[in-house]
């Protein structure tokens, strides 16, 4: 199979990098809008999945029986990246819940954002499971299994029922027969799914618009994803990176996952959207994204203005200079 080039990158008139990727944007009516490449084609969710792991924790009383700050609660959905801010946000949930570090599964790490990162090791800090970016979603898991009175250890496998509803819930938001989904181990130790990148842009359609969901307690907990990730956005991502600012505007919910996946609706407009870049490349999304609201003639143009300030078409060495440019092809 060949896959289109999405996006192409110059430096000095010549071509150096070239991203194969799948682009697919439905309507409210869950019909193909705008489409690149296979959109048939399976893709895992990676960490865009993370708005609907986090549905179960949010289908209890969790945030209010533990008094849980909107920042708090948004750990649940986020690809936190090891700031102090989120570092210590991390700690007051984890005590909150009485809950401890060793029993999370994800491994241990250090922050991913270069300076905390720096700070760790030039203080010799060890590394910390508490700062796997998927921590406050393991917390969740674990908050969740406890409420039920479901066994914590094995919080993880994919028989485990906390994994089984998540499961479900892919099932109902992206429209895919279970024996359609296929299943592996993510990068944090649990149960990843795929569907079809057209059934991942309908998830996103459903999450953006909850009243196209008919399960009401699924509905009712994805509008608390929706108000906690908007209410805390640094915590979703960090500041300066593309999920914050895409959460900043209040029409979008957005959310990303290794390996280049990204995926995001736009309320108003009934839109929902998955990508996947082929190269794995998480560098040009705020480029590719930007073009793309663009191509759908989004009106807020200051959410497109932030992502070109992330990363604009020009392409600039280690002293700032321009060097490149990148083209996206949609």
């Given at each position: 199979m060949t896959y289109p080039i999405i996006a192409e990158e110059y430096r000095g008139g010549i071509l150096e990098n070239a991203h194969q990727g799948i682009i697919c944007a439905v309507n409210g009516d869950k019909d193909v809008l705008f489409e690149k490449g296979d959109v048939s084609q399976q893709v895992y969710y990676r960490s865009s999945m993370k708005p609907i792991q986090a549905i179960p924790v949010f289908t209890t009383d969790i945030m209010e029986k533990f008094q849980l700050t909107n920042e708090e609660a948004a750990l649940f959905t986020a690809s936190q990246r090891g700031e102090r801010y989120q570092e210590e946000t991390l700690e007051r949930l984890m005590g909150k819940l009485n809950l401890s570090e060793d029993?999370?599964?994800?491994?241990?790490?250090?922050?991913?954002?270069?300076?905390?990162?720096?700070?760790?090791?030039?203080?010799?800090?060890?590394?910390?499971?508490?700062?796997?970016?998927?921590?406050?979603?393991?917390?969740?898991?674990?908050?969740?299994?406890?409420?039920?009175?479901?066994?914590?250890?094995?919080?993880?496998?994919?028989?485990?029922?906390?994994?089984?509803?998540?499961?479900?819930?892919?099932?109902?938001?992206?429209?895919?027969?279970?024996?359609?989904?296929?299943?592996?181990?993510?990068?944090?130790?649990?149960?990843?799914?795929?569907?079809?990148?057209k059934n991942m842009a309908i998830s996103y359609l459903k999450i953006g618009n909850p009243m196209l969901i008919e399960n009401f307690e699924v509905r009712r907990s994805i509008e608390k994803v929706d108000k906690v990730m908007h209410e805390a956005p640094e915590i979703v991502a960090s500041h300066q990176f593309i999920c914050t600012e895409l959460l900043t505007d209040s029409n979008i919910v957005a959310k990303?996952?290794?390996?280049?996946?990204?995926?995001?609706?736009?309320?108003?407009?009934?839109?929902?959207?998955?990508?996947?870049?082929?190269?794995?490349?998480?560098?040009?999304?705020?480029?590719?994204?930007?073009?793309?609201?663009?191509?759908?003639?989004?009106?807020?143009?200051?959410?497109?203005?932030?992502?070109?300030?992330?990363?604009?078409?020009?392409?600039?060495?280690?002293?700032?200079?321009?060097?490149?440019?990148?083209?996206?092809?949609?």
């Open positions: 029993m999370l599964i994800c491994n241990q790490s250090y922050p991913l954002n270069e300076t905390p990162k720096e700070s760790y090791i030039r203080n010799q800090k060890p590394r910390r499971r508490l700062l796997h970016n998927c921590a406050g979603k393991h917390l969740g898991f674990l908050a969740y299994a406890r409420e039920k009175g479901y066994d914590l250890d094995g919080y993880g496998e994919l028989e485990h029922p906390i994994q089984q509803k998540i499961l479900q819930y892919i099932t109902e938001l992206s429209e895919t027969p279970l024996d359609e989904i296929h299943s592996a181990i993510d990068g944090c130790g649990v149960p990843v799914h795929a569907v079809s990148l990303g996952g290794a390996q280049g996946v990204y995926c995001l609706a736009l309320k108003k407009e009934k839109i929902g959207i998955a990508l996947k870049v082929l190269s794995g490349s998480e560098l040009i999304w705020p480029v590719l994204v930007a073009e793309l609201l663009k191509k759908l003639d989004y009106s807020n143009k200051a959410t497109i203005d932030r992502l070109l300030k992330l990363r604009s078409h020009e392409i600039v060495n280690d002293n700032g200079k321009a060097v490149g440019q990148t083209k996206i092809i949609l």
